[in-house]
């Protein structure tokens, strides 16, 4: 397939370069200029990356972002053609992605969000799973390109649906990692051995995928960005407001949010989320 990928950061770089490797004829861009991908052509803005897709990949950091790379000057609206469809893999409020899609659609194309899920590694190893809203149809179209990049999509609901389960997703990831976090600074600090703990957790019924993932780096005190705290700050921050919309409160996860702000304070966001134990033990 012709196929526009907007955005080469940690993630969008490596899902890219899978969709090369299958044979998808690839057209990329990147806000800052110098990021480019073996095998595709790189444009000098989204408008020109789109003119001749059959699918509009976007992988960037925000609502913010996206909306500028869809609406903003010689963005994707600007050179879009009736037909395409757009495909989101940021993570960005519901409500918004809602708003893009009706805009989109006055234009003839059709909008999908499918946010992922599994880090970096995922991404450069071509497992993730995608988070997908959309209409069934559409999203068979682009199967192609899922099976390209990741291991399984998963359809949610219409479109939004699939922001709001990845908020929902990263919500119990943020609290399942601090329990594991605080847990592990409460035990260090009561003398218990941290390797006779980790065998612990592994061989009851607190074991969780998170733990098992984020385990080894914890070992290592390697806090490298799989997954940047700021993005998982930033998702903390509208899974909050979707609550609030949504006229509900989550405490528990508002508290976790205190923590992540007290690192990004000191300094921490490009590292991986995993370092706020860092932050709970320096207390």
């Given at each position: 397939m012709r196929v526009a990928f907007l955005g080469l950061g940690?993630?969008?770089r490596p899902m890219a370069a899978n969709?090369?490797?299958?044979?998808?004829?690839v057209t990329v861009w990147n806000r800052s200029t110098g990021k480019t991908v073996d095998g595709a052509r790189t444009a000098g803005s989204?408008?020109?990356?789109?003119a001749n897709a059959e699918v509009v990949w976007i992988c960037v950091s925000d609502t913010a972002a996206v909306e500028q790379v869809l609406f903003g000057e010689d963005g994707v609206a600007d050179g879009i053609k009736p037909g395409t469809i757009v495909v989101d893999s940021s993570t960005i409020a519901p409500a918004a992605t809602v708003r893009f899609a009706e805009r989109l659609k006055k234009q003839g194309a059709e909008f999908v969000d499918a946010p992922v899920t599994g880090s970096k590694i995922g991404a450069e190893n071509g497992t993730l799973i995608f988070i997908a809203g959309g209409r069934e149809e559409t999203l068979e179209k682009v199967r192609p390109l899922f099976e390209a990049m990741g291991k399984q999509f998963v359809r949610m609901g219409d479109v939004?649906?699939?922001e709001a389960a990845k908020l929902a997703m990263n919500l119990q990831i943020a609290?399942?990692?601090?329990?594991f976090a605080e847990a592990l600074v409460l035990a260090r600090k009561l003398g218990v051995d941290q390797k006779a703990l980790f065998t612990l957790i592994q061989s009851s019924m607190v074991r969780s995928g998170v733990?098992?993932?984020k385990m080894p780096f914890v070992e290592k005190e390697d806090f490298s960005a799989n997954f940047p705290l700021r993005l998982m700050h930033?998702?903390?921050r509208l899974t909050l407001e979707a609550a609030?919309?949504?006229?509900?409160?989550?405490?528990?996860?508002?508290?976790v949010k205190q923590v992540y702000d007290r690192a990004d304070k000191a300094g921490l966001s490009d590292m991986d989320y995993a370092v706020t134990l860092s932050v709970l033990a320096s207390d």
């Open positions: 940690i993630m969008g969709l090369v490797k299958k044979g998808h004829a989204p408008k020109e990356a789109v939004g649906k699939g609290l399942i990692y601090e329990g733990v098992d993932y930033k998702d903390i609030r919309e949504a006229g509900i409160e989550l405490p528990g996860l508002a508290t």
